[in-house]
């Protein structure tokens, strides 16, 4: 159990803040800290519990690398009891919690066997399919997809769309809204632009730990016929798009398109590319063009085959028809204006990293 100095170490404030909810309706939904990870896999519920750990670890040992509002910052993940998929961002008696619940630990265990057993990988990846790299690729991304999700949750904490310390402000991502159901007619762009500044901020720290560590121990273990660097863009591609594209059933509706809480999955696929270029210019400026077009479709159509629903290809395609058409330009060009302003109106309550410590945070 970790510890703070002085006070209730978080794992017991995370439940009690779920437990003890005044609202029965949250109390039944979220029913408190998933303390043993109980799925019938052993060796697999180990090494979730593993994941969550080694995050808090990373946490604890990169606060004081923070600079925040409020001081030194203590960040805390931890595992939900809830058949709801969701994740959450959220601040609780001085500390930014971030949550996953155990429907979505299940969520991504499908999604990562569906990687494991896509075929079609070996073409994409140019890696030799045999049972020992199919066991290392299992092995892999799940603790890759906790991070992606886990990242885009602290983009949410270090941008400021959270609320205050001691204000709380629960930030949901839940697998209805990456489904993208409409939310009514209001107007959620801002809600929206928040989404993808996380998604943002999961870009840039997820490229830096794949290229100063994980891309390095994939390409090692998979010995890939590709140059390094390409593999490891691509395989990150991999993991992200099967993200977005299995999660589940989704629904697109051009007319509500404004009306979601999350933008439609594609759109976020794209701001992702456009930040991962950003980084890459930034950081290794040879590959700032990589991520063409075709590189793109080419990843998605590989992803694509672990799902045979039809419905699913068909509401993908959906998105790309209307983020094309002219009513679609308008709507990219005003979530990215709606991005810009928000920077501005959140940076009284941004986090960031010291010039020093550029840290690894998942």
Not at 29 to 43: A, N, P, Q
Not at 74 to 92: G, K, N, P
Request: with cysteine; glycine share 6%.
């Amino acid at each position: 159990m970790s510890t703070v100095p002085n006070r209730v170490p978080p794992e017991v404030i995370f439940d009690r803040y779920f437990s003890g909810h005044p609202s029965p309706s949250l109390r039944q939904k979220y029913r408190g800290r998933l303390i043993t990870v109980d799925f019938t896999d052993r060796i697999l519920a180990d090494a979730i519990e593993g994941i969550r750990d080694a995050i808090n670890e990373r946490f604890r040992a990169n606060s004081s690398g923070i600079t925040s509002p409020h001081g030194e910052p203590i960040i805390h993940m931890d595992y939900l009891r809830s058949d709801e998929v969701s994740a959450f961002a959220f601040f609780h008696e001085g500390i930014a919690f971030i949550a996953l619940t155990s429907a979505l630990l299940a969520r991504l265990i499908d999604i990562t066997s569906n990687l494991w057993r896509l075929n079609p990988l070996s073409d994409l990846l140019k890696v030799s399919l045999s049972s020992e790299t199919r066991n290392y690729i299992a092995a892999t991304s799940l603790p890759i997809q906790m991070q992606i999700v886990s990242s885009h949750e602290l983009g949410h904490i270090f941008h400021g769309h959270c609320g205050e310390s001691g204000h709380p402000g629960l930030r949901v991502d839940s697998a209805s809204d990456l489904r993208v159901q409409p939310e009514g007619e209001a107007d959620n762009m801002r809600s929206q632009a928040m989404e993808v500044e996380a998604d943002g901020y999961a870009a840039h720290m997820m490229l830096t730990n794949f290229f100063n560590g994980i891309g390095e121990n994939l390409y090692r273990m998979l010995n890939p016929d590709l140059p390094k660097q390409e593999f490891i863009l691509t395989y990150f591609l991999v993991e992200l798009g099967s993200l977005f594209y299995l999660w589940g059933p989704r629904i697109f509706d051009p007319q509500s398109a404004r009306s979601y809480e999350h933008p439609p999955a594609l759109m976020r696929m794209n701001v992702f590319m456009r930040d991962i270029e950003g980084w890459c210019s930034e950081h290794k400026p040879q590959l700032v063009h990589w991520g063409t077009l075709e590189r793109f479709q080419q990843i998605m159509h590989c992803v694509s085959l672990a799902n045979e629903e039809t419905a699913d290809l068909k509401v993908w395609q959906r998105q790309g028809a209307f983020l094309v058409s002219d009513a679609g330009e308008h709507y990219i060009a005003d979530l990215y204006k709606t991005r810009e302003k928000l920077r501005t109106d959140m940076d009284h309550l941004r986090w960031n990293l010291k010039p020093t410590n550029k840290a690894d945070l998942t």
